[in-house]
Nanobody, 126 residues
Framework: QLQIVESGGGLVQPGGSLRLSCAAS????????IGWFRQAPGKEREGVSC??????????NYADSVKGRFAISRDNAKKMVYLQMNNLKPDDTAVYYC?????????????????WGQGTQVTVSS
């Protein structure tokens, strides 16, 4: 069982920045691809970004809506994945979820991932 905990959400003004963190419990964290998803009220959960396991060179992928504004990274020694979010917009308001799958492929599909965190709220508003 892989435990995942997100943190770093909050209230920020449009144009501001936040960094979300995803902490994992397993020592074999290196072998997991990690994805970030978000779900706004009344909408489907959508993929935001993902980063592959280190063995494949830690490739990344981003949704078109966040390209150039968000950056995903991982620190395997700390068993952490980060999502740096810059130039935030009101449309970025959602609960953000971290998810994991033991794979070397990165996909922005909910069904790809096996383990999920509880989510952290991000609200972008003036």
């Amino acid at each position: 069982q892989l435990q995942i905990v997100e943190s770093g959400g909050g209230l920020v003004q449009p144009g501001g920045s936040l960094r979300l963190s995803c902490a994992a419990s397993r020592s074999t964290f290196d072998y997991y691809t990690i994805g970030w998803f978000r779900q706004a009220p009344g909408k489907e959960r959508e993929g935001v970004s993902c980063i592959t396991s280190s063995g494949s060179g830690a490739n990344t992928n981003y949704a078109d809506s966040v390209k150039g504004r968000f950056a995903i990274s991982r620190d395997n020694a700390k068993k952490m994945v980060y999502l740096q979010m810059n130039n935030l917009k009101p449309d970025d308001t959602a609960v953000y979820y971290c998810a994991a799958v033991r794979s070397d492929r990165c996909q922005l599909l909910r069904t790809w991932y096996d383990w999920w965190g509880q989510g952290t709220q991000v609200t972008v508003s003036s």
